[in-house]
């Protein structure tokens, strides 16, 4: 089955900085990545998703890049703020079946 | 309106013995998915069920565990002679479809098994 590697485990940023955060996955057949932010205590939400036909994409201050011949994607996060501080978790999926996540990785922003 | 509910909130359970944990879907939400979560681990995949069809239980790690969606609406999950192992968080989600949805998740059941 598809496995996702997900580097850093933990990342710490000044306030006002960029954040990146970087997946790999293993089976070339997957098409749709989406990206979960777990804030303490709370349940996963969908910040940003992406599928395999764009190569980026952009909502305000987070962005997602894809590179589907190296497959790996990746989290961009700028203009850090504290309440960006979470655990952030990137899956890959075959058409929305199942869903494989990554293990996680603790963002902090420092004030 | 309503998010996804689970219950128990937390469970605590002697080794050997049977759980049920339960999912509440958002209504209309066709897929369901249950995962795992262990502490300081991402979401394992564990079942995935898709209205009517026979449900995607490639992800169950052993046939201890078990999980059936009455209705398509309200599904449980089981654990048979739970072990210390199962200790773990677990999220059940729903989403409008399966494919490229949005999955919504429930507050998770926490299992300890003693």
């Known amino acids: 089955g598809e496995n996702v590697e997900q580097h850093p485990s933990t990342l710490s940023v000044q306030e006002g900085d960029s954040a990146v955060i970087k997946c790999t996955y293993s089976?070339?057949?997957?098409?749709?990545f989406p990206w979960y932010k777990q804030e303490l205590g709370k349940r996963p939400q969908l910040i940003i998703d992406?599928?395999?036909?764009?190569g980026e994409k952009k909502d305000q201050r987070i962005a997602v890049t894809l590179n589907k011949t190296a497959k790996h994607f990746s989290l961009h996060i700028t203009e850090t703020q504290p309440e960006d501080s979470a655990v952030y978790f990137c899956a890959a999926s075959i058409g929305g079946n199942q869903f494989y996540f990554g293990t996680g990785t603790s963002l902090t922003v420092i004030p | 309106g309503a998010g996804v509910s689970q219950s128990p909130s937390n469970k605590v359970t002697e080794k050997g013995k049977d759980v049920e944990l339960r999912c509440d879907p958002i209504?209309?939400?066709?897929?369901l998915y249950w995962y795992r979560q262990s502490l300081g681990q991402g979401l394992e995949f564990l079942i995935y069920?898709?209205?009517?069809?026979?449900?995607?239980k490639s992800g169950l790690p052993s046939d201890r565990f078990s999980a059936e969606r009455t209705g398509g609406s309200v599904s449980t999950l089981t654990i048979q002679r739970t072990q210390q192992e199962d200790s773990a968080v677990y999220l059940c989600?729903?989403?409008?479809?399966?494919?490229?949805?949005?999955?919504?998740f429930g507050p998770g059941t926490r299992l300890t098994v003693t």
């Open positions: 989600a729903s989403s409008l479809a399966p494919g490229y949805y949005e999955q919504y």
């Open positions: 209504s209309g939400h066709t897929a």
């Open positions: 069920f898709q209205g009517n069809s026979a449900p995607d």
């Open positions: 089976d070339s057949a997957s098409n749709y």
């Open positions: 992406i599928r395999s036909n764009v």
